[in-house]
């Protein structure tokens, strides 16, 4: 329970309410990863995967594939990973329980695809189906 509480906070809220610098918010992350949630070895070998992920304030409310990328600038650390259209601009941030999954499958050369599939009322992608592309 305490483990989902604060992988639901997320970083960004990890940085301004817990005041967390670099090193903290990589131990949380580590912390709240869910071992059992196998979502890297599904998408290595072809499946993808349906993922909550946390809404940014840009509403975007197509189904077109879009990618996967850790944000540009250095100013957070670990860097987020972002979902983000084809003006790369974030329409979605991948949420701290699947974050170091997918940072190692991103490290590895893969390229993470995120098809939207669910939206909040406003609009913003609350929620996509992911894959990884190995070549």
């Given amino acids: 329970m305490l483990r989902e509480w604060i992988a ?6 990890w940085r301004g309410l817990l005041t967390a ?13 869910d071992p059992d949630a196998a979502i890297s070895a599904a998408l290595l070998e072809g499946e ?3 993922i909550e992920v946390e ?4 509403p975007y409310r197509s189904t077109d594939e879009l990618a996967v990328a850790l944000a540009a600038g250095d100013d957070e650390r ?3 990973l972002l979902v983000v259209n084809a003006a790369g601009e974030p329409v979605a941030r991948i949420r701290a329980a699947e974050h170091r999954h997918l940072t190692l499958l991103s490290d590895v ?10 939206w ?4 913003q992608v609350s929620s996509v189906t992911i894959r990884a592309v190995v070549d």
Avoid at 8 to 13: E, Q, S, V
Avoid at 21 to 33: I, N, R, S, T
């Fill in 78 to 80: 670990p860097r987020p």
């Fill in 21 to 33: 610098g670099p090193v903290e918010v990589a131990d949380l992350l580590q912390y709240v990863h």
């Fill in 120 to 123: 909040t009322d406003e609009g």
């Fill in 55 to 58: 809404p940014t304030t840009l």
């Fill in 8 to 13: 639901d906070l997320g970083p960004t809220n």
């Fill in 109 to 118: 050369g893969a390229q993470l695809i995120a098809a939207p599939c669910a």
């Fill in 48 to 50: 993808s995967r349906q």
